[in-house]
């Protein structure tokens, strides 16, 4: 990854929403969460009420990323982590534009079996396959058999399956990696008028942490300070192979001829979880907070674009403008040649989408679009001015954040940050603590502010009526400005705030199990 950033653009303020299947709505739609949706996939609940919103993930009537770029021609497939929705075939990658897929609905299936705990009985394999004008169903007998239903994190005893990739004994980044590859061997790269789309997610590096052990042992001179369970010398070994897996993916590209013409996108979908001493493994040093947090370190993640098609002079450059995970929408579709407006949404009085082309940052094409008013920014122009900030209230995970002041009680918009660096957070915010060097550390297992459930109040920042950061400054948010500022400042960033909670998309969604058309054809 780092020679590719050298290659290419470090995008240093690329921002998404707090945790995952929101980001990754967002990205799918081109809509901020706050207009396609605020709610994690963590209950099957549904309102049968309303067919188009009212399921978990995206509305049923918004245009997907693959089906946009489908219509600019292109080859759409979609291989890794979905967790975007899977009620009803609309809400499937299938449903939402890929030609072919092989992917997981949900969030966290185990690396080797691929298995998913269910409400009742046995775990079941969360494993799944779309053929290219074939059928779509499960992924039978590409999964790994192992001798548990929890293996170790090496996986150690486990087989892989008939189907399967005999890398790693059928690890799940192995498999995604492998079909990548094919899908690029497979690739007519001289049929210009189907060029190849492609979204990979890999599963690294969610919960659970498990890599092949050969990976591991690279890593481990960590266990001297990582006492508790080996979670970042794991952490860091599934970045390493999927570190590998992407130069693998790089090299094929290039021996395939189709690297000039290519355009890669690497980003995270949520900062790395620092809760409870540690488990998740991150460290977002020195940002502040991490996953379900507002703070930086909570959806301030590490992005970059590269690829052969970059011109020579953006090669190897940082962008400071902000940059949202939904831009990739309009950014790819401009790419393609289509119109990014989605009228099967507006037919159905869905929310526009929110995405912002990227690719004159891409292309280079924005320094000789300066005016006068914008000549201090520096010697680009941003086309992203300003960023709301979702948040779903009072959730479990980021208690006590729920507490805002009267005022803003229930409001689905916590902050607002403008490419000036201005950010304000609005309420009560949990994980209000840094990171040192190393995390986690024999001592911070210890520490209350790093407790899943973060209640202990010295670790709660209080933001009434408003805190104020100034980011690009003070990007650990160590001063709050708030009673630095004139007052006409922090008002119209507040009237921001409200106004984009007026504006808001938060369906019904009850616990009600609707009767719906679940069959895959």
Known sequence: MDSLVEEGIDLNRHYVYKYCSPTRSAIQTGRNPIHVNLQNLMHPSSNDRDPVSGFNGIPRNMTGLGTKMSFAGYRTHMIGKWDAGMATPDHTPRGRGYMSSLHYFHQSNNYWTQTQHACQGRPIVDLWRSEMGGNEGPAREYNS????????????????????????HGYEDALFAREVMDVIEKHDEKDAEHPLFMFWSPHAVHTPLQVPSSYLNKFDHIKKTDTRGRHRQTYAAMVSFLDDAIGNVTKSLKDKG???DTVMVLCSDNGGPIYDGGIGGAN????????????????????????????????????????AGWDWYATFAELGGVDPVDKRAQDAKLPPIDSISMVDVILGRNSEQLDEEEEHRGSVVEPRRELLLGTAGCEGWSEPGCRFPQKYKGYTVGGVIRSDGLKLLIGDHAQAQWTGPQYPNRTSQHSSCFKYDMKTASCVLACEPACVFNVTEDPQERRNIANELPAEVIQDLLQRVEEGHKGSFFPSRSHKRAQVDTHIS
Do not use: Q
């Open 145 to 168: 058999v192992c001798p548990t239903n929890n293996p170790s994190p090496t996986g150690d005893g486990c087989k892989e399956g008939k189907k399967g990739d005999h890398w790693y």
């Open 258 to 260: 189709m690297w000039e």
């Open 284 to 323: 977002n040093y020195p940002l502040r907070g991490g996953k379900v947090s507002n703070f930086e370190g909570g959806i301030r993640v590490n992005a970059f674009v590269s690829g052969g098609y970059l011109p020579s002079h953006v090669r190897g450059t940082k962008y400071e403008g902000l940059v």
